[in-house]
């Protein structure tokens, strides 16, 4: 069982630990785009992105059933809008799996490992990776 989350394909690039990530960037950089951009290729991690109050709420009721895989990425965006307590128990309890929280301010997540993450997009490849952990 891998810490990390390898994957290396034409434009698009994945190093993440197999922890919470916080992406801290700025709005409008691509990183919602992100999700669909990596369905084009078959053999890449599947990102299952939660961006909704609905979405968030479904998060709390089905928790890691959402997974399929335990290399899929589970994607919070807007978690500044609809991060909670229940969604921050909910998270964890999740063991082995990668998880990138796009989070303006995370000082003070009750987490055991934080990485910052980066994402880069130059409107043609994205590059996400965890910085340290």
Do not use: H, W
């Not at 959402?66 to 128990?89: A, K, W």
């Not at 063991?95 to 000082?107: A, G, P």
Request: proline fraction near 2%; aromatic fraction near 14%.
């Amino acid at each position: 069982m891998s810490e990390m989350i390898y994957y290396n394909q034409g434009d698009l690039f994945i190093q993440l630990c197999k922890c919470v990530n916080i992406y801290e960037g700025m709005s409008a950089t691509g990183k919602s785009f992100l999700p669909r951009f990596a369905e084009k290729f078959a053999d890449a991690p599947r990102f299952i992105r939660v961006s909704t109050k609905k979405e968030y709420d479904v998060l709390i009721s089905k928790g890691k059933e959402l997974l399929g895989s335990e290399d899929d990425i589970l994607f919070l965006d807007r978690f500044d809008l609809f991060g909670s307590d229940q969604v921050i128990d909910v998270i964890g309890g999740f063991r082995n799996i990668c998880i990138l929280i796009d989070y303006k301010q995370f000082i003070g997540l009750p987490f055991k490992k934080i990485a910052v993450a980066t994402i880069k997009y130059d409107g043609k490849r994205f590059e996400v990776k965890s910085e340290k952990a």
